[in-house]
C-alpha cells in the first residue's frame, strides 16, 4: 500500500486557512446580524470541519474505503438531523389534550 506525502506548504496554507476562519469566526461574534449568525456560523463551522476530515485526516488522500467511510458517516449526521427537524417542526400541528 502506497503511503501518500502531503507536502508542508498544504499543511502551512491550511493552518493559515484555518486560523482565517477561526479570526472571521470571533468577529461574527461582534457583529449582529440577525438571523445570519447563525447561518454563517454554521456554514464556517462546516468549512473547517471538512478542512480537518479532508486535509490533516488524511480523507482527501486516503484510499476508497476511507472515502466510503466519510460519506456514510456524513449520510448518518443528516439522517439524524433531518429527524431531529421532522420532530421540532411539527410539534404545533398536533393540539395538546385538554386545550
Avoid: C, E
Wanted: hydrophobic content about 65%.
Amino acid at each position: 500500500m502506497s503511503q501518500v506525502t502531503v507536502s508542508v506548504r498544504t499543511y502551512a496554507f491550511t493552518w493559515a486557512t484555518l486560523l482565517a476562519l477561526t479570526l472571521l469566526t470571533s468577529v461574527m461574534g461582534l457583529l449582529d446580524l440577525g438571523t445570519f449568525n447563525m447561518v454563517a456560523a454554521v456554514l464556517i463551522a462546516l468549512i473547517k470541519a471538512s478542512l480537518i476530515a479532508a486535509i490533516f485526516m488524511h480523507a482527501f488522500f486516503g484510499a476508497k474505503l476511507v472515502r466510503i467511510v466519510v460519506a456514510s458517516g456524513v449520510m448518518w449526521f443528516l439522517i439524524l438531523i433531518g429527524l431531529t427537524l421532522a420532530d421540532y417542526l411539527t410539534r404545533g400541528l398536533l393540539p395538546f389534550p385538554g386545550k
